[in-house]
C-alpha cells in the first residue's frame, strides 16, 4: 500500500526563554486504510504530533507529505484549503458549534467547500448522521445530546468533504464504556470498510487491539521498541 | 459569504441582549444625527434664502475698489510718472451717467436692475423726530429686484407715481408715531431741505430695525431732497441664479469702473462662520456614532473572546483566515445597516418634532417654525457614518479572530 501520510524526521520546538520541543525527528508512513493508535504517556507530545501530522502546526524542521504531496512552504491558506478536502478531526471535546443544530454542524464543512448544493449537502448530511446512528439527533443542538451522541455527530463532520485521512485526538477520552466502544467500532469500520486512514491519539489501551498499529511516543521520540502491529 | 452571513446571523441572534444594545447604540446615532444635521442644514439654508431674497444678489455702489488712475499714468503707461499734492476734483457723489450702468446691466440676460439714491433724512411728525434712511426708487424697476411689494402691508408702490410726494414707512415706525395711510410727515434732509410727505404704504419685513428705520419715495423725489440731481449712488441687481453673482459682479466692475459686490462677498464672513458651523457640528455628530460604534466593538469583541474555539475548530475544517473576518464584519455591517434603516425612521420623527418648535428670534416681530431640512445627502451621510464606524469597530475584533491559531485553542482545552 503506498503513503497516504508521510512523515520526515519531525521535529517541533516552542521558541521561548526555555525552548521546549514538543517532537523531535520523528518519521513514520501510515498507508492508506490504516488504523494506527498513537500512544504513550500524558506530555510525550501525541497530540502535538497528530497537529502537525493534520497540517493545524508547522513544523520546525521536517516534512510533512501528504499522498505524497509535500506540504513544506505551504503557506496558511493552502494548508487549510489540503484540511478541507484531504482531512478530518475529531476531537476530545466534541467542539460542535453550540448554536447549530448536528444537521448544520455536519454541513459546515461541506458549505465550506461550496461543491455541493445546499439540497444535496443536507442529504448527506442526514445520510452520515443516520450511517453514524443519529439521525433523529438531527435538529438537536449540541446541549440537546449526549455526549456519545455529540462525538458520533462530530465524526459525521469529519466525514463530511469524505476526506483520506481521519485524525481523533483522544476521541473517547471523555466517553463512558458503551460510548467509546461505540466510537471505536466506527474508527475500525471507517478503516476496514471504507478505506480511510485513520490516525488516533489515545490513552485508551483498548484502542491497542482495535487498530492495526500502536505506535508508542515518549518525551517527543519513536520509541521502535514498541513498534509493533496489534 | 453565505455561509458566513448564517454564522454571522446566528452569532447576533443568540445574543440577543448584547445585540439590541449595539443596535439602539447605531440608531440613537444615525438619529440624531438626521435630528441635528437636519437643524442645522435647515437654519443655514434659511438664512442663505433670507439673504439672497431680502438683500440685492449685487450691489453697485459709488464707490472704487482703487484709486482712480490719472491721466498722466494712463497717457504714459511705461514711463516714471510720478505726481506729487493730487487734489481730487470736487463733484457731486453718486454714481455718474447711471444709466448707461442701468442700460448695459440690463441688457444682460437673467439680470434685472434698479437703481437707488439713499441717503439720512429726519422725519418729523407731531413734534417727535426720527433720524432714518432714505430711499429713492423707481417704482417699476425696485419691483423686480426686491421683495418690498410683498412686505407692504397697507398701499402699494405704484401709488409713488401716482402721488409723487407719496412715502412708504415700516411697521415699527408707523406705530412709534402712531401713523397711519394718508398722514403727512415732514422730511427734512442734511442740507435743510425740507418736504411734506404722504404716507402710500406701510410695510412689514419682521426685523425691527429696518422696519423702524428705513423710508422709501420716488427716485426724482430722493435727488431733490438730498441735492443730488441725476445721480444715484446705488444699483441694486438681481439675478435668475443668484448663485452666479459673484462672477457677474467682477464682470459689471470690469465694465462700468464702480465697485460691484455680491452678496457672497458681502457676506463671506458669515457663510464662513457657516462652514466652521458645519463642521463643528459634524464632528459632534460623527463622535455619537463613534460613540456607539463602541458597543458594536463590545459586542463583537466578546463574542470572538466566546467563540475562540469555535473560531479555531472551523479552521482546522479548512477555514482561512479572511473566512472568519468576514464573519465577524458582517456581523458589525448587519447591525450598521439595521441600525441606520431603523435611524432612518426615529431620525425622521425627530425632524417632526423639531419642525413643530415656534421660536420668536430676537429682533423679529414674527414666530417662526425651526426651519428643518430633509436632504437625501443627509440620509446617505447618515447612513456612511454609521456604517463606517460598525464596520470599523467590528474590523479590530475580526482582526483578532481571524489570527486565532488553532493549535493555540486545541492545546489549551484539551
Known sequence: MSACVRAENLTRRLAGEVPVTLVEDVSLEVA?????????????????????????????????????????????????????????????????????????????????????????????????????????????????????????????????????VILADEPTGNLDSVSSATVRDILGTLAREHGKTVIVVTHDSAFASAAGRRIMLVDGHLDQSAHAPG | MRLELSIAMTHLLHRKRQTLVSLTGIVLGVAFFLGVSSLMRGSELDFIKRLVDNSPHITVSDEYRSAREQPASAAWPDGAVQLHGVKPQTEVRGIRGYQRALAFIESMPGLRAAPVLTGSVVLTFAGQAHATTLSGMVPEKMKTVSTLEDKLIAGTMDALDANLNGIIIGEGLADRFSLSMGDNVNVTSADGNVRTMKIVGIFRTGNASYDENQVFVRLKRAQVLLNRPNRVNRLLVQLDDPYAARDVATLIESRIGYKAQSWIEASEDLLSVLTVRNIIMYSVVAAILVVASFGIYNTISTIVMEKLRDIAIMKSMGFHARDIRRVFVIEGVIVGVIGSILGFGLGLVLMGMLGQVAIKPPGASEVIHLPVYRGLEQFVLAAAFALASSVGAAWLPARKGGRVHPVDILRGAA
Not at chain 1, 506530555?43 to 521536517?62: A, E, H, I, R
Open chain 1, 32 to 164: 492508506r486504510g490504516e488504523f494506527v493508535a498513537v500512544m504513550g504517556p500524558s506530555g510525550c507530545g501525541k497530540s502535538s504530533l497528530l497537529y502537525l501530522l493534520g497540517l493545524l502546526d508547522v513544523p520546525t524542521s521536517g516534512r510533512v507529505l501528504m499522498d505524497g504531496e509535500d506540504t513544506t512552504g505551504f503557506d496558511e491558506n493552502r494548508l487549510a484549503d489540503l484540511r478541507l478536502r484531504r482531512l478530518g478531526f475529531v476531537f476530545q471535546f466534541h467542539f460542535l458549534l453550540a448554536e447549530f443544530t448536528a444537521l448544520h454542524n455536519v454541513m459546515l464543512p461541506m458549505r465550506k467547500l461550496g461543491e455541493l448544493g445546499e439540497a444535496r449537502a443536507q442529504a448527506r448530511a442526514l445520510d452520515l448522521l443516520a450511517e453514524l446512528g443519529v439521525a433523529e439527533h438531527a435538529h438537536k443542538r449540541p446541549e440537546q445530546m449526549s455526549g456519545g451522541q455529540r462525538q458520533r455527530v462530530a465524526i459525521a463532520r469529519a466525514l463530511a468533504n469524505d476526506p483520506m
